[in-house]
């Protein structure tokens, strides 16, 4: 079973960068598929981006594309989420979670696709 630590967060101006890691333990990190979400209060939590266990696919949520990068280092069981461009709208939450079963990366956009989370880390950004 991997454990997941989410950090990274904080609190930015729009327009401004931010890089999200999650460092994982515990379990055979290079064969999990990987994944970012996000819960802004009051809504649901949405996928962000995923990435393969080689990280040669990556996928991305629509409104993400072109500011968000996510990444991943197998030999230091971490994964990392690049945000740049910030808006007031990227506020929330941001949450790591492993696939264990390695599905295809488009297919992993859904919570349930995920068996292990993070505790998360909150990213605020002002206008």
């Known amino acids: 079973q991997v454990q997941l630590v989410e950090s990274g967060g904080g609190m930015r101006q729009a327009g401004d960068s931010l890089r999200l890691s999650c460092a994982a333990s515990?379990?055979?990190?290079?064969?999990?598929?990987m994944g970012w979400f996000r819960q802004a209060p009051g809504k649901e939590r949405e996928f962000v981006a995923g990435i393969s266990t080689s990280g040669v696919m990556t996928y991305y949520a629509d409104s993400m594309k072109g500011r968000f990068t996510i990444s991943r280092d197998n030999a230091k069981n971490t994964v990392f989420l690049q945000m740049n461009s910030l808006k007031p709208e990227d506020t929330a939450v941001y949450y790591c979670a492993a696939d264990r079963d390695a599905q295809p990366v488009s297919r992993r956009t859904l919570p349930n696709a995920y068996e292990y989370w993070g505790q998360g880390t909150q990213v605020t950004v002002s206008s």
């Open positions: 515990g379990g055979t990190f290079r064969t999990y598929g």
